[in-house]
């Protein structure tokens, strides 16, 4: 709830509720990247199977998080802010640029190190303004 007059935002408790998303590559990036920050299971339906979409399901694996795919369906268990898990060797973005930028967010509250890669064209990509 928003108190219009200090303009401050007060704790509700938690979201609940199912959202129909359009298979959009952006969208469906964050949520891949985002849901298992969560403590519960979350399901992601029609989930594009573009490479770039895929990737972020990828890195998320990598860092220990459990997905299952059926389809264009996606169930991801969360595992909260503090569950990733230091992956076993540099994390693949493959050529996707927004799951590198968003997971370096993700990862700078983590207590562990960890070294993002990506293809030839993803290396190329200017990454100073992201560190």
């Keep these: 709830m928003i108190d219009s007059a ?3 935002l007060h704790g509700v408790g938690p979201l609940r509720g ?3 998303m359009p298979p ?11 849901a298992p920050l969560s403590q519960t299971t979350c399901v992601l339906e029609n989930y594009p199977r573009a490479a770039d979409p895929q990737s972020a399901l990828s890195v998320m694996e990598q860092l220990g998080v459990r997905i299952e795919r059926s389809g264009t369906t996606v169930t991801i268990v969360g595992v909260g802010k503090d569950g990733l898990r230091k992956a076993s060797g ?5 050529n996707s640029g927004t799951t590198m930028r968003l997971l370096s ?5 983590q207590s562990f ?10 290396s190329r990509r200017p990454m100073r303004r992201v560190a």
């Design 6 to 8: 200090a303009r401050a």
């Design 113 to 122: 190190e960890s070294t993002l890669i990506g293809d030839a064209s993803l």
């Design 105 to 109: 967010g993700i990862l700078a509250g």
């Design 24 to 34: 959009d590559k952006s969208i469906a990036q964050r949520a891949a990247l985002f």
């Design 90 to 94: 540099p994390i693949d973005c493959g």
């Design 18 to 20: 199912t959202i129909e």
